[in-house]
Structure formats: C-alpha cells, structure tokens
C-alpha cells in the first residue's frame, strides 16, 4: 500500500469502521474485533517508514513485547501483524482525550496534574522494566478516559533499533509544522499544547521520528537512547503540564537545541501554586547529561510524590472522584479532607518529644542527683510543651496552606524547610537531656529559652529573601544531614558543653567545606563561634564569628550574621580588651540585626553586649541605656520570661556596685534574684549568684550583718549545686572574708580567704577573685605586725592580677608588697 491509500475495509481480522486521524507514523482507524465482540484502534504504520526487513522484524519483536506488557497505564497492544507493505498494531480502544487536551478543558489543580501525568509516568516505568524505550513521550502520546486514568500510547516502535545518525536523512533541515495530531482514542485534536506558537509545535518526518520539543538531548545530538531519555521528556511534558509552560521554547529546531544544549531550566513563574520541590526534581530529570538525571523514571516519580505532609499522593482518592469536577468542587472536597490530613501533623513530633521522651529526660535528670534538678525538670517540660504546641500549630497552619491553595509552592516549602530545622534542634536538645549531667540540668533552662524561633518560619519575607537549598538532592540531603549534628553541637554549647560541642563540630566544619555550601558553612561557623566563646579560646572565637558573618552578608542569612556581630562585640570588647574595635562595629552590628527581622532576641543581645563593653570602658550612662534597653525589648517578647533578663539586671547591679552606688545596685540584684527563681527556681545556682550580689551590695552600703547573711546563703546554694570545689565559690568565699575582716572576726576571715586560695590552688585557677583573696590574707599577716609573710601574699597577688589583665590592680600590689618588705628596715632605725 501507499502512504496515500485509500481506507481498507479490513485490517488483518478487524473490520475498519472510520478513519479517527492521521500523523506523521501512520493512520489510525477505529475497529471492531468481530472475534471478541470489542472495539479496537488499529494503527496503520505508513510502509515508508518500515525500512528494510531487519527494521520491520525489530519492530514486530518489540510490538510484540508490547503486548505482553499488561499495565493499567498503558494502552493495551492486543495483536500485531503485517498488511500489505504495511505493518499494523491493534490496541485497546480509549474513549477519552488527550492530556494537553484534558487539561485544557478546565481548570485543574496542580495535585490533580501532579498524579495523573505521574501515572502515565508509572506506565512508562513499567515499559522500561519490560526492556522497552518509548522514544517519543509527549502530551499527545498521553490518553485520559472520561474517568481520570491516564495511560501511556503510540510507543515509537519505527525507531527499535536504530541511532538517529542512521535516521537522519537528506530531508533533515526540512520541518513540518503538525496542527492535527492523531491517536488511537477516537478523539481528533486540532489544538495546540500549552499555547506555544505552531513553529515549536512540530513533529519530524522522514527518517528523523519524535517531536523535537519533547526530544532528550540524546535524541537532538545523536548519543545513545534508553530509559533515561524517556525520563528528559516526561520532565518536559511534566514541566509544561504543572506550570503552564515549556521550559524550552524556540521558533526552530536548532533553536530548542541551542536551549536544550545550554543546559539551563528556567524556574517557574512567581506565585505558582507548586511546590518548589517539583521544580527541583525536574530540573535533575531534565539534566543535559543522563548520568546526572535520576538513577529511574521510578526514582524520580518516587521524588515527586514525596510529600512531608502526607504520604504519597495520599490526595489520589479524592482526585480519583473528581476527573469530571470543576476545579471548585475539588478545592472544596479537598478542604472536607483537611482536618483529619492535618491533623497528622499532631504525630509528627514523635520520638521527639512526646511521653517515653519526656520519661527519659525525667530519669535523667533525677539521676544526676542535683538538688535543683526537679525545679529545672518542671520548667523544662513546661516550655518544651510550649514549644511543641507552637511547632505543631506552625506545622498544622502549613498543611492547611498546602492543601487549600492558599500559599504558593515555593512558600510552603520554605515553611516546611523551616520547621524542619526548629525539629531537628529540638531533637537535639532532648537527646542532649535524655543523658543530662549535672552542668546540663543547670543551662537547661537556658538552652530551651535558646531553642530557634517558630514565628521566623512564618515571616514570609525574611523565608523569601533566605537561601535555596542547593539543586542536587544528594547534596541537599548531605547538607540537612549535618544541619542536624549542627544542631546537636548549638545544644551541647547551650547547655555548657563547649569542649564536646567543639569536637563535633570540628568534624561538621570539615565536611561542610567539602561540600561548599556557603550557607550551612555560615551556620557551623557560627555555632563553632558560641563554643569558642565558652571554651574560653578568644581568638578562635573571634576568627569564627568573622567567617560567620562574611557568609552570612554574601548568603543573605540576616539571622547568622547578625548573632556573629553581636557575639563578635563582645569577644572583642569584653575578652579581648580591643574596645574600640568593638564599638565601632556597633553601627554595622545593629544594621544587621534589623535586617535579622527576628523576634526580638537578637537585639536584646546586642544591646547587653554594647552595655557590657561600655561598662567595661567606664561610661556609665552607655552602659545603662544599652542595659535599659535590653531589659525592655525583651520585656516586650511574648511567653516565659527570658534568662537573659535577669542576667541583665543582673549586669546593672554590678555595673553599678562598680560605680559605688550600692542602692541602685541592690534594686537590680533583688530584681535578678526574683527572675531567677521565677524563670530557673528557686533552688538554681543562677539564684546564689544574684543573692551573692546582694552580699556586695549590702557590704558596699556597710550593712556588714546582712551581707554575711546573703555570702553565706550564696555560698551553701553553690555548694549545694557545685560542690566544695569550683570557680563560682570564689565569690561568696571572698566577700565573706571581707565582710569578717571589716567586722573584726580575724580568725574566721584568715579561715575562709585561706579556703578560696587553697580551692583555686587546687583547681588551678588564675582569677581575679583570687588575688582579692590573697590580698585578703596580706591584710590579715600585716595587721598581726607579719610584715615578711604579708608581702608574700600581695607579691602573688600582683602576679595573679597582672596573669588576668590588670596591670594597675598587679602594680597597687607590688607597691604594698614593697612597703611589707621595707617595714623591718624602717622599725630598726
């Protein structure tokens, strides 16, 4: 027969009944199966096409695979035989359209999309583990029935065989532009997809078969075709389905070759309603090289059909009830399902922190045996209950967005990302108090209190302006890997474990820099920052902020740079003693932080810093507006009062004791206290501290009977919480001390200055409140006319003053030192 034959009245044993359409590989008329009493689509394939015998017999071989590949999204291949020249393929008659016509009859729902082109996908797979290559997958070569289900057509068997060099023929630069596209579903389509312009929409002829917009780069540039390049045009004709649009879009040939070669898919219009997880996904599956696409057409429907909100595609049986709704009746039977969907969202924190969770940090805590530990385990559990329910309301309100429409793609993906990591560092942090020791039971308060903000994961702004994970999942998948053991290493600094939190993160560090993700480089910098800080390593601590907040400024994470430069002031102006420095990177600090758009946290902690560098400069005034504003921003932040407020107040009453104005002093310490014991309990050693205050205050106003009181209330809560031996007894040991002297109680004052010396001896410490200490006992051995033994004292003392950076305090020592060594000259003469 011709390519131009009339009708036949018979093809093999089916009676044709009407011609349905016309393409570039054939004919396809409507038939009967007189033998089965059912309707069939024959396929007539034009005899030019055929070739010589080899092809013919290939393509009987693979036809005949075809039809013993039985898949419900695949039209079915019931007999494939010869007709006249001609080779014909008989095949399940579908009375329904095709998916570029489906979707443009109405409006439909991106899940809808989503699960019907992914079930043509799972036809397509199936073919590829039968060992077949569909070569030229497209929206026409998609059927769907008047019931939704999508099946996979015309597999393009002419090409069994064969490389496109040997299909590439003299007509190659000839193009024919195809307005009528013809499959064997009693359907005739004269539209064209996607609105393109008829010079994109074309088909080849002759020896070069497929449709080029739909074409792998494989197919373009004569490299091998298999299953990998079926899975480049279901990412086309996914792409197009999804957002409306063919990521590649020319007026030729060689122009969606130039596109395709280049190797760059275009993201999605703003305000798509698709998730940006989609994209990602397909921007892997349309890679230009196959080895970097996804391992199988499986695998990658596997990607697609991952949703953290539910499990995949669980929207499938409402779909299935809605392939003849309007878009409406979807969207409002989809809101029917919401509440028992998103109320999943309710187990989502299991493991995490639920019952067995909050039982073993119970036992953990109680096993340290600390005497403050069931206050700390009331309010621990209490604002990680508050935590939690904030978590699950945040993650409720996404899947409700997700599910209604009502945010776009990329934002509840932002949101979700979000969420995932406020996860991760609550996870940490309970497995951290699952095996609590007595110095985590003491910052846990604290570490809750610095648990990551969730209102951040709704600030849609702050998300937008934020970093995009990066393209390939493996990577991505590495980087939330070690975004968790980041957080494990917060949690070890925030609950005072800087050495165990340094050596997870040196490891994190290193792993990072090989991946080279700036943003996660940021991230570990900073936490490695905090940690350096408590260490006590300064210079590294300061080396770490600066990386933190120069990556952070290039990544646009407003948030790290932020805490490093208000973390920074402080290295530099309070440990570092470079003052002027810090101060001038107040201005740079502060802009970063309103950039931060956080709740609040972070200018409260910038504002301590600058006050404490200016205490430490001598100006008062700064100092306490700085203070007076820390304690008022924080003040205004909604839920449990924060610990850094009384730490504040805290600062105040020093600063002010300093000063000499012991009365303000005392107003900001009995403030302290009762924020302790209201935020940590009463039983806290964070308590002795504001009650070892007041002992100052007290002694500095020359209520020496009160302040001995408040010592050695101070003294007996940290002993009670640290032991006979550690570096916070120094201060309540010392002030006692002072406080017997000035009251004439030589004896017990010898006793306890000689205490704090021997303890600090012990400990190895060279602190300032032991030279205090010393001088202490200088006093005494020059009161009792022991000149030899008092210079011995401040001698040591105006080592250990000049060993921590107080010259002036090393050289007033050295003086009275010299003035005991001169005594017996003077009282001989």
Not at 82 to 94: F, G, T
Not at 427 to 446: C, I, K, N, P, Y
Not at 461 to 489: C, H, N, S, W, Y
Not at 576 to 602: H, T
């Amino acid at each position: 027969m011709t390519d131009t034959q009339a009708q036949p009245t018979a093809i093999g044993p089916f009676v044709v009944l009407r011609k349905l359409g016309e393409g570039a590989m054939g004919v396809v008329y409507a038939g009967y199966d007189l033998a089965l009493d059912r309707k069939v689509a024959l396929k007539l394939v034009r005899p030019s096409l055929l070739g010589n015998e080899s092809v013919r017999e290939r393509m009987i071989r693979e036809a005949q695979a075809m039809a013993r590949l039985s898949h419900p999204h695949v039209v079915q291949v019931y007999q494939v035989g010869p007709h006249e020249r001609s080779l014909y393929m008989a095949m399940e008659y579908i009375e329904g359209e095709t998916l570029g016509t489906w979707q443009r009859a109405q409006a439909r729902p991106w899940p809808m999309v989503l699960r019907t082109v992914c079930d043509a996908g799972r036809g397509l797979a199936a073919a590829h583990a039968a060992g077949l290559v569909h070569r030229d997958f497209k929206p026409d070569n998609v059927l769907v029935d008047a019931g939704g289900r999508a099946r996979v057509v015309d597999f393009g068997l002419v090409q069994a065989g064969t490389s496109i060099d040997e299909r590439l023929g003299e007509d190659e630069e000839t193009e024919e532009p195809v307005s009528q596209s013809t499959l064997p579903s009693g359907q005739f389509s004269s539209e064209r997809s996607g609105g393109l312009r008829w010079s994109a929409r074309l088909t080849r002829r002759g020896n070069t078969l497929g449709t080029p917009l739909y074409m792998s780069p494989e197919q373009h540039f004569g490299q091998p075709v298999g299953p990998w390049s079926d899975q480049y045009s279901f990412a086309l004709t996914l792409y197009e389905a999804l957002y409306g649009e063919h990521p590649f879009c020319a007026d030729s040939w060689e122009g969606i070759r130039k596109q395709i070669r280049a190797g760059v898919v275009p993201p999605p219009s703003p305000g798509s309603p698709v998730p940006w997880r989609l994209y990602k996904v397909l921007a892997r599956a349309l890679a230009y090289r196959p080895e970097e696409r996804w391992p199988s057409l499986a695998a990658m429907i596997a990607a697609l059909e991952h949703d953290p909100w539910r499990r995949p595609l669980a929207v499938m049986a409402v779909v299935g009830l809605l392939g003849l709704a309007s878009a409406v009746s979807y969207a409002a039977a989809s809101r029917g399902q919401e509440p028992p969907r998103c109320q999943a969202v309710e187990h989502e924190l299991a493991g995490v922190w639920d019952r067995d969770r909050a039982e073993a940090v119970a036992t953990a805590f109680a096993a340290t045996q600390a005497h403050f530990a069931g206050d700390a385990l009331e309010r621990v559990k209490s604002r990680l209950d508050d935590y939690a329910k904030s978590w699950t309301d945040a993650s409720r309100e996404v899947c409700e967005a997700h599910t209604t429409g009502s945010q776009t793609g990329r934002m509840i993906d932002l949101r979700s990302a979000c969420l995932g990591r406020r996860k991760a560092h609550l996870a940490a942090l309970v497995d951290v108090f699952a095996a609590a020791d007595r110095e985590v039971v003491e910052h846990a308060v604290q570490a809750v209190a610095a648990l990551p903000s969730i209102g951040a994961c709704n600030d849609a702004e702050g998300l937008i302006g934020g970093t995009t994970p990066p393209d390939d999942p493996r990577t991505a998948a590495r980087v939330e890997a070690l975004r968790k053991q980041t957080a494990r290493a917060a949690v070890l600094e925030a609950t005072g474990q800087f050495e165990a939190g340094l050596a997870v993160v040196a490891g994190v560090r290193a792993e990072a820099d090989e991946v080279g993700y700036g943003p996660l480089i940021a991230e570990v910098a900073l936490t490695e920052g905090r940690l350096q800080v408590g260490a006590a390593d300064a210079a590294a601590a300061e080396a770490a902020l600066v990386r933190a907040i120069r990556l952070g400024i290039s990544h646009d994470l407003h948030a790290v740079a932020a805490e490093a430069a208000a973390r920074r002031i402080f290295v530099l102006g309070a440990v570092l003693e470079r003052r002027a420095e810090a101060l001038a990177a107040e201005v740079f600090a502060e802009a970063l932080v309103e950039r931060a758009r956080d709740d609040g946290r972070l200018a409260a902690l910038l504002s301590n810093n600058l006050g404490a560098v200016h205490d430490l400069q001598g100006d008062t005034d700064t100092a306490r507006a700085y203070y007076e504003r820390t304690i008022a921003g924080l003040e205004r932040r909604p839920g449990l009062p924060d610990p850094l407020l009384a730490i504040t107040h805290n600062n105040l009453g020093g600063m002010y004791h300093d000063r000499g104005d012991f009365v303000r002093a005392r107003g900001h310490y009995e403030l302290a206290m009762q924020l302790f014991r209201a935020i940590v309990g009463d039983a806290h050693p964070f308590v002795a501290h504001a009650v070892a205050g007041l002992g100052d205050a007290d002694a500095g106003s020359g209520e020496l009977a009160r302040a001995q009181a408040h010592y050695e209330q101070a003294l007996a809560r940290m002993e009670a919480a640290y032991g006979a031996r550690h570096l916070y007894l120094l201060h309540p040991l010392t002030g006692l001390g002072r406080v017997h002297a000035r009251r004439g109680r030589a004896a017990e004052a010898e006793q306890t200055f000689a205490r704090a010396v021997t303890m600090a001896d012990e400990l190895d410490l060279g602190h300032p409140l032991l030279a205090q200490a010393l001088e202490g006992l200088g006093d005494l051995a020059a009161a009792r006319g022991e000149p030899g033994r008092a210079a011995a004292f401040y001698e040591r003392a105006a080592q250990v003053w000049t060993a921590s950076g107080d010259a002036a305090a090393g050289q007033r020592a050295v003086l009275r030192a010299r003035e005991m060594r001169d005594a017996p000259a003077a009282a001989g003469q």
